[in-house]
Nanobody, 124 residues
Framework: QVQLVESGGGLVQAGEALRLSCAAS????????MGWFRQSPGKEREFVAA????????YYADSVKGRFTISRDNAKNTVYLQMNSLKPEDTAVYYC?????????????????WGQGTQVTVSS
């Protein structure tokens, strides 16, 4: 059974950092793109970052570029999201997801498996 489990969320103040982890099980995702999405109340789920399996390329939403860093450890079947200089607008439930699509890295509709999410709250 495929399972993605996020951890590391919490309550922090603006300017602080947080590191999220997503541990996958059930199969190896070394040939999948692994990424992060987030959703705030009243807003649609949006792309945050992705780490492609081909060449190890990384992709970021403009809103987090320069502040967030995505990484992965294929041996551990785990993807991470280091979030620095957090802002109140980063407050959301963060989800990890995987896809075999190379064109749809940023698209929620093309993700094949999702985690349950972890809450990140940034106070001002």
């Amino acid at each position: 059974q495929v399972q993605l489990v996020e951890s590391g969320g919490g309550l922090v103040q603006a300017g602080e950092a947080l590191r999220l982890s997503c541990a996958a099980s059930g199969r190896s995702f070394s040939s999948y793109t692994m990424g992060w999405f987030r959703q705030s109340p009243g807003k649609e789920r949006e792309f945050v970052a992705a780490h492609g399996w081909s060449g190890g390329s990384t992709y970021y939403a403009d809103s987090v570029k320069g502040r967030f860093t995505i990484s992965r450890d294929n041996a551990k079947n785990t993807v991470y999201l280091q979030m620095n200089s957090l802002k109140p607008e980063d407050t959301a439930v963060y989800y990890c997801a995987v896809t075999r699509s190379r064109l749809g890295l940023r698209l929620t509709s093309l993700q094949e498996y999702w985690g349950q999410g972890t809450q990140v709250t940034v106070s001002s």
